[in-house]
């Protein structure tokens, strides 16, 4: 069977619901009930998070790392809470979740795991970057966006064997990934009830004739950061801004390929810290 038809195949079974899709760490989901209690403190989410070693520990790296450090060093989870409040905290526990998913028994397919989760590391560092120019969307939402905006990928890598991701080119791989991610990532959206908006970012990744309304969106930072992450790779072209609404709404007159140039290179520390801070 081609790789074309096994992505088919394990499509069918996930949304006819014959396949147990991958879920969020506990530790996510307790946050999220917690969350949703009217009189939460920083003191019980920090219980919540302590229940997780490796949430805390890269909680507590993330708070310390140049992209959210402040003049006094976060010493325990309730300090890194208060220090990048709420929100941010709980996005990037979700953040955490997504990239604890990037695992498989088997080698071949944690290649292209590792290889998936850089390419989002990098779309959603420069979607977050993208965020803090706009004014109206939150630079840790777009982050979080940036990596849910492929999330489908994960689950159909988990079911595909190294006989049959060998028996592909990569070029097939990622194309089949881009037929099928997004469709799978909707699915997977709905099981782990994310917001409504970050669903909307998977179903309308790299759909540029997405237009939400007059003002940059979350999908459209996330669809911008997508075109940005692409530039300097080979056959790239820059769409047409009239056919582009995201681009157009950029800025007074539009985002062009050379003002993007520009923004890439304004916003290159900003962007190698969230890198770095995904990575780690």
Known sequence: MSISGLFTKIYRDIINDQVNLIRLPEVANRLRKALSEQDITIDTLARV????????????????????????????????IRMMGIPTFSNLITVYAVRSLVHSKDPTALKFMKSHWKRS??????????????DRVNPDKALLAGLLQDVGALPILTKLQSDQLAASSADEIDLALDTYAGKVGVVLAQKWELDEDFKAVIKNAGNL?????????LVDVV???????????????????????C??????????????????????????????????
């Open 121 to 134: 590391a990098h779309r959603a560092a420069i979607a977050s970057a993208i965020a803090k120019l706009t």
């Open 209 to 217: 004739a997405y237009d939400g309304g007059d003002n940059t969106d």
């Open 223 to 245: 669809n911008i950061a997508q075109l940005l992450s692409q530039i300097g790779q080979p056959g790239t072209k820059w769409p047409q801004l009239e056919d582009t609404p």
């Open 247 to 280: 681009l157009m709404k950029f800025g007074e007159d539009g985002l062009t390929m050379e003002t993007s140039l520009s923004l890439l290179k304004q916003a290159k520390d900003d962007i190698n810290e969230i890198r770095q801070v995904l990575s780690a």
């Open 49 to 80: 998070i302590q229940t997780d070693v490796g949430a805390s520990a890269y909680l507590l790296n993330i708070a310390n790392s140049a992209a959210y450090r402040t003049r006094v060093k976060a010493s325990d989870i309730q300090s890194a």
